[in-house]
């Protein structure tokens, strides 16, 4: 048995220790003396515990506690230790220490202690909690963290970062949980197939995605997936989530700094280029950035540089200069796609880009650059040659040296070789005796006040000379504050002072002559000093001096208006102004009348000298013509009178009109054959009747000046194509054709009077059909000019009719004048209708043409110039009314607001027949509230009614608060056919106008023209 124990003692790996309590001494196996390393060779003594040097002071003292209590406890005791200790080579080894008291029958017979090496598993441990240490740190670093995915669970589960990066309470999600981090469904589907997905051929995915604005706005996440084992059966899915919001805004910013940069960034590699940005696409002329990739650089490079040499071989000495110095920046020639130039400033920058050399390139357009530096010198050069032409030059005066540098151009004016020639020596040597004080005092007080100063001085020159300059100066000042320099200008006015003393001695022999003019004359100086005057100047403005020569205009007259001061002003600019009546007051008070005229007067070189004043008293004349504009008022108002009455008398004439013509077109819709014939004459002498008013009314106009044109945006194919329609009944009746051409390019939107155009050529073309009883008549529209602001159209009207003789060409545009009175047997009209047409185009600046002869037709044309117009019209199609019945209008309601029974009763008979159901009001006030309880789809309203016009009743309907009375559309009925007129209904909101008497097919294309525009806006 003792050499079981011994063999275990001895043999085993577990280091044992024993104390002995009867003889104080300790012992220990050979295990635990290889354990600590202890010297083979040492002595070991007994009585002392060796390996206390080993441990550390908090393990030695916790031992030598746990060995007191060991070694006096009269009861078993275990206690164990986990040491780390170092060994006398230095080593550190880890252990598991344990030890119990041996007991006999009352005392403590020994301690026994066991030593375990547990270095190796303490060091894997160790490593791994230092591996878990870095990867907790890596995690915050990176913003990453870890998690993995049961298949068989269906359970994700995350580590403490990834949970610190979701803001997560729960380390287990399952997928609905694992949703509430994605802001975008389609990303959680699509990781929710990635994974699901996995297998051995696709064993990873990695996809980025939006987070939900619950975990903070505007983050982002990158999740990269792994499938670690080899059966679906066990399988688990191993993965990383990465917060890549920081690199997001990264590349956002790096994206607007590249893609939003006004200058080119391109990136070139061996191959050519092969990224680029907006700017460099645009710069190149290229349609699209992969147009550009397609070239190579040495495409957007001319042949040859300005220097001379080739783009090729300049390009490789760049690009060695970039790679040798690590930038380069340098001007170079480029070319766009179209193959226009131009110049940039070219920054190279070599990198590497997917283990590649490249070269980031950046070109700075500097076209506008080099041109404002060509044009600064040309500046400068134009002002050193305006100085030499000018006999000026600019100078410094350096205070702190007190010594003058002048400009080249003052070569000239002191009469020296080169600037550098110019001795810089004090100011004052070169300038007379009889200036210097001043000039001294005048420096001095520019210095002090800090002014600019002017001054005209006599210098003395190097040759003996003697000159006279202007010198302008102004005080610069430096930044401590003080005034440092003094910069300006000399002009050499030699010359000038020359041709003064000349002038004066002219002056004096022509203030002889003036004085003796028997008109009211006089010449003053650029000053309105006067030179010279007139004894006649001074017996009409009853001035008491005799001699004005020097004395200032003002103050001899100091009652002069301010108005004739500033025309003053203007002359001595070189402006000339008259005046054929102005007033003032002399100064025994009475008002006179002066026909004036002020103009500048020149010197030899062109300068002006000062202005003429010339007066003429007419007095007499004035109130001779106030006399006569009397008279002229008085035809005024009688012209007024005559024009109200014509207004009044077109409407009271044209309202039974409109009775007789609109139950005419009723009758011969179910007339007898033989009443039909009767009511086609009625019906054709009515019709003539109205436009005899018409013509009359509209000459009568033109013949009083009170034709105005309006300028406002029309379309000029839906004027043509409305004349057309209107005439084309006639020319069917008569069995012609009436065809219409138009170019292609003709503008659809100009600017003018299409009131007047068409009034033009409706009366060309009804003549047309009129004197056509065989073939067509053409109506033709083409552009002769057009240019930026304006486009000039050539219309023509063309016809097969019976010709007019060339000796009658002139006459027919006469008054009242026809080309023979059987034509007016014949057809009948008042002569008027080209006369009106010949005064309308000449107010507009143009005239109209004629190319005619008898039997063969005749071709009426003229140019108009018309501004452009960007308005985009609606697509207005209108109903054809001819050849067919009126198709029905049922559904339709209409408010006739009107006072004349005659009228409503014809209106209403056709509404009949159109299925249209109508209400009237017969007045203002009725027509307002009536529209407020109905909804009526539109409202024919007269002009001119009792209680409430037909102006106030539409602007009270469009002040209503609802947006449907504000849309209803409002046609105006006026038996007048003054233009003033219309133009007022459009100014209180009507949309349209209908004249009385009315033509039945008008009136059905007007209600179904915007019957047709009100359904389709609803």
Not at 303 to 332: C, V
Not at 749 to 758: C, N, P, T, Y
Not at 802 to 830: C, H, L, M, N, V
Request: net charge negative; charged share 25%.
């Amino acid at each position: 048995m003792q050499n079981l124990v011994n063999h275990i003692f001895e043999d085993t790996f577990v280091g044992y220790w024993l104390w002995d309590a009867s003889s104080n001494l300790n012992s220990c196996n050979p295990t635990l003396l290889n354990l600590l390393a202890y010297p083979p060779e040492a002595t070991l003594n007994a009585s002392e515990v060796f390996w206390y040097d080993y441990l550390s002071a908090s393990d030695l003292f916790a031992f030598q506690n746990a060995f007191e209590e060991l070694s006096q406890t009269i009861e078993p005791r275990n206690i164990s230790f986990k040491w780390r200790l170092k060994l006398p080579n230095q080593e550190v080894r880890y252990v598991r220490a344990g030890f119990r008291n041996l007991l006999n029958d009352f005392s403590v017979e020994a301690v026994v202690g066991s030593f375990i090496d547990i270095t190796e598993e303490t060091l894997q441990l160790l490593g791994a909690q230092r591996e878990e240490k870095l990867y907790q740190h890596t995690s915050q670093l990176g913003k990453s963290g870890a998690w993995e995915f049961d298949l068989s669970k269906n359970w994700f589960y995350f580590n403490h970062p990834a949970l610190k990066i979701l803001h997560q309470p729960s380390a287990r999600v399952d997928w609905e949980g694992l949703k509430g981090i994605f802001a975008q469904t389609d990303d959680f589907l699509s990781f929710e197939r990635n994974v699901k997905a996995l297998s051995p051929s696709y064993s990873t995915f990695t996809l980025e995605f939006e987070a939900n604005k619950s975990l903070g706005t505007g983050r982002w996440f990158r999740i990269i997936a792994e499938l670690k084992s080899a059966t679906i059966s066990s399988t688990k899915v191993f993965g990383i989530i990465q917060d890549i919001t920081d690199f997001k805004l990264f590349d956002e910013r790096l994206n607007v700094i590249f893609e939003r940069s006004t200058d080119a960034h391109l990136v070139f590699d061996e191959n050519g280029i092969i990224d680029c940005n907006a700017a460099a696409v645009q710069m190149l002329g290229c349609d699209d950035k992969a147009t550009l990739l397609r070239y190579h650089p040495a495409h957007f490079s001319p042949d040859f540089q300005p220097d001379g040499i080739t783009s090729f071989e300049k390009s490789k000495k760049m690009d060695a200069l970039a790679r040798q110095n690590g930038y380069h920046r340098f001007e170079w020639l480029h070319k766009r796609l179209d193959g226009t130039t131009f110049l940039a400033e070219v920054t190279l920058n070599p990198i590497r880009l997917n283990q590649k050399d490249a070269l980031l390139v950046v070109w700075h357009d500097i076209t506008e650059r080099k041109k404002a530096e060509a044009k600064l010198a040309n500046t400068q050069l134009l002002l050193a040659e305006t100085q030499v032409l000018t006999h000026s030059a600019s100078w410094v005066l350096d205070l702190s040296t007190y010594t003058n540098t002048y400009s080249s151009a003052a070569c000239e004016i002191f009469e020296i070789e080169n600037v550098s020639s110019f001795p810089k020596i004090n100011p004052l040597d070169w300038i007379d005796e009889s200036a210097k004080a001043h000039y001294q005092q005048v420096l001095e007080q520019a210095i002090q006040t800090e002014e600019e100063f002017e001054i005209e001085l006599l210098i003395n020159l190097q040759n003996g000379k003697k000159k006279v300059i202007r010198k302008i100066g102004k005080p610069t000042i430096s930044e401590s504050g003080k005034v440092d320099k003094i910069i300006g200008a000399i002009l050499d006015i030699t010359q000038e002072r020359k041709d003064q003393e000349a002038i004066l001695i002219k002056q004096e022999q022509f203030a002889s002559f003036i004085t003796n003019t028997p008109a009211a004359i006089a010449i003053f100086d650029t000053k309105l000093n006067y030179i010279a005057y007139s004894q006649h100047w001074i017996d009409s403005l009853l001035i008491k001096e005799q001699d004005l020569v020097g004395k200032n205009h003002y103050e001899v007259l100091p009652y002069i208006p301010q108005k004739w001061k500033e025309i003053n002003d203007l002359c001595l600019k070189g402006e000339i102004h008259h005046s054929e009546s102005d007033s003032f007051t002399r100064t025994d008070g009475k008002q006179e009348w002066i026909r004036w005229d002020v103009r500048p007067w020149y010197m030899d070189a062109g300068e002006i000298g000062g202005i003429i004043i010339c007066i003429d008293v007419i007095t007499d004349q004035i109130e001779a013509q106030n006399t006569l504009i009397l008279a002229k008022e008085e035809a005024e108002q009688a012209a007024v009178a005559k024009t109200q009455f014509l207004s009044t008398m077109s409407h009271e004439i044209r309202t039974p009109m409109n009775a007789v013509i609109g139950i005419t077109h009723l009758l011969m819709q179910n007339a007898r054959e033989d009443q039909a014939e009767y009511l086609k004459i009625l019906k054709f002498s009515a019709e003539n009747l109205l436009v005899l008013i018409n013509d009359i009314l509209d000459f009568n106009k033109i013949e009083a000046g009170k034709i105005t044109f309006e300028e406002v945006d029309f379309n000029l194919k839906d004027l043509l194509l409305n004349i057309r329609a209107a005439l084309l009944q006639k020319a069917i009746d008569k069995g012609i054709q009436l065809k219409l051409l138009m170019e292609d390019d003709l503008p659809e939107a100009v600017k003018g009077d299409s009131v007047r155009i068409g009034q033009i050529l409706t009366n060309l073309v009804s003549n047309a059909v009129k004197f056509t009883d065989y073939g067509r008549v053409t109506i033709s529209a083409s552009i002769l000019k057009k240019d930026a602001d304006s486009t000039t159209i050539t219309f023509e009207v063309k016809d097969t009719g019976i010709g007019i003789p060339q000796d009658k060409w002139d006459s027919i545009f006469d008054s009242f004048t026809q080309a023979s009175s059987e034509t007016t047997r014949k057809y009948g009209g008042t002569g008027l209708g080209l006369t009106i047409t010949k005064r309308l185009l000449e107010l507009q600046g143009s005239k109209i043409q004629l190319e005619s002869a008898p039997g063969e037709g005749s071709t009426f044309y003229f140019d108009l110039r018309l501004k452009n117009s960007s308005f985009q019209f609606k697509k207005r199609t209108e109903p054809d009314m001819t050849n067919q019945k009126h198709p029905s209008l049922k559904g339709l309601k209409l408010l006739i607001a009107d006072d004349n029974r005659i009228n409503i009763i014809v209106a209403q008979q056709f509404f009949k027949r159109w299925d249209i159901e109508s209400d009237v009001a017969e007045n203002g006030v009725l027509a307002v509230q009536m529209v407020q309880q109905s909804d009526y789809d539109m409202v024919l309203m007269d002009l001119q009614m009792p209680e409430m016009d037909g102006y106030e009743a539409t602007k009270s309907i469009r002040a209503l608060s609802n947006d449907r009375f504000a849309q209803i559309p409002i046609i105006a009925l006026t038996a007048s056919a003054m233009l003033d007129i219309k133009d007022k209904a459009f100014s209180v909101g009507m949309n349209d106008y209908i004249s009385k008497p009315f033509n039945p097919d008008d009136l059905y294309r007007k209600i179904a023209l915007y019957k047709k525009e009100n359904t389709q806006e609803v």
